[in-house]
């Protein structure tokens, strides 16, 4: 399996498939780059496709110490895999903690983005309740540290936002856990630590949601409760931005609903490359429901 290096020295591990405009999908906390086989199969057919394992996520490399891992350092090891292949510009395409990574890419390296899917984004955002998420997050690393990655994989993957996977698809909801239970309980530990626990609430960021020109669609599932209302705060900072709620979904859309995630992101993908993606019309931003005062 090839390689980048961070700039750091820490090599992420990735796969590519396909030929064209470069397409880098970028995982959620409980996957890996096997979540986006759908999207890989789909999108190689017309797309240059790289998914990679983020650090902690073998056979990338796992640093010892949560130090190493920040959402900071999870943007720029985007732009590292960028640097490696040689791509000036690139679509990304994140779900959750990978939606996070993609959203702060745009915020740091706004001129490589050719445009962002931020997807299932939104947990640990709602500033009334950051240290229930980060009481949360200290949970997972004791659980882990208590009962190994396997009872830790089948206990998170029956969270409310995840049944629905379960519920859609039971084959490939096995194949998710099992998936889960063979990462790293230490790379596991320390993302939770230093990048999930320490991440800023989007509440934060609206001065960089409101300067972000970057085409950006925002994608979420209507059963993702901790994403829905912070999918509603980037459709209203990012100028840019579209929004897009998934019936009947929780939050692995991407593998809850392949073929409607698909179509819904290849949509937004080809407005972009025709260059028919807009900007907010200012005038669709008002108090008055009518535009008659």
């Known amino acids: 399996m090839p390689y980048a290096t961070a700039d750091d020295g820490v090599k992420l591990a990735y796969e590519e498939a396909g030929q064209g405009v470069p397409v880098i999908f970028v995982h959620e906390y409980a996957g890996d780059l096997r979540s986006w ?5 789909h999108f190689a057919r017309r797309y240059r ?25 999870a943007a720029d090891d985007i732009a590292a895999v960028l640097d490696h292949l040689g791509v000036a510009q690139a679509h990304i395409v994140g779900l959750s903690m990978g ?8 915020f740091r390296h ?13 947990y640990g955002a709602d ?21 190994g990655m396997e009872a830790f994989a089948a206990k998170y993957a029956v969270g409310p936002s995840r049944v629905q996977f379960e519920r859609a698809d039971p084959r490939g909801f096995a194949e998710f856990i099992r998936q889960l239970a063979e990462h790293s ?3 596991s530990i320390n993302t939770q630590l230093g990048v999930q626990r320490e991440r800023p609430s989007l509440y934060d960021l609206t001065a960089e949601m409101q300067a972000l020109r970057v ?20 459709k209203q900072n990012i100028p840019s ?14 593998l809850e609903d392949p073929d409607q995630f698909n179509r819904i992101v290849g949509d937004f993908l080809a407005q972009v490359d025709s260059g028919r993606w807009p900007q907010r019309d200012p005038r669709a931003i008002g108090t008055s429901t009518t535009g008659m005062r």
């Not at 990679?52 to 130090?67: C, H, I, L, Q």
């Not at 939606?99 to 745009?106: I, P, R, S």
Request: hydrophobic share 45%; aromatic share 8%; proline share 11%.
């Open 37 to 41: 086989e759908p999207q890989m199969r």
């Open 49 to 73: 496709c790289v998914a990679y394992n983020a650090r902690g996520y073998p056979p990338s490399d796992v640093p010892p110490t949560p130090a190493s891992y920040s959402q900071a350092r």
């Open 99 to 106: 939606g996070f990574a993609t959203l702060h890419f745009g």
């Open 110 to 122: 706004a001129a490589r983005a050719r445009s962002l899917v931020v997807a299932g984004c939104g």
């Open 127 to 147: 500033p009334a309740k950051r240290a229930d998420f980060r009481a949360e997050a200290e949970a997972v690393v004791a659980y882990i540290q208590a009962n």
């Open 185 to 187: 309980p230490l790379g």
């Open 215 to 234: 085409p950006t669609l925002v994608v979420t599932g209507d059963e993702d409760w901790p994403c829905l209302l912070p999918g509603v705060l980037l």
């Open 241 to 254: 931005a579209a929004l897009a709620v998934m019936p009947n979904c929780g939050h692995a859309i991407n």
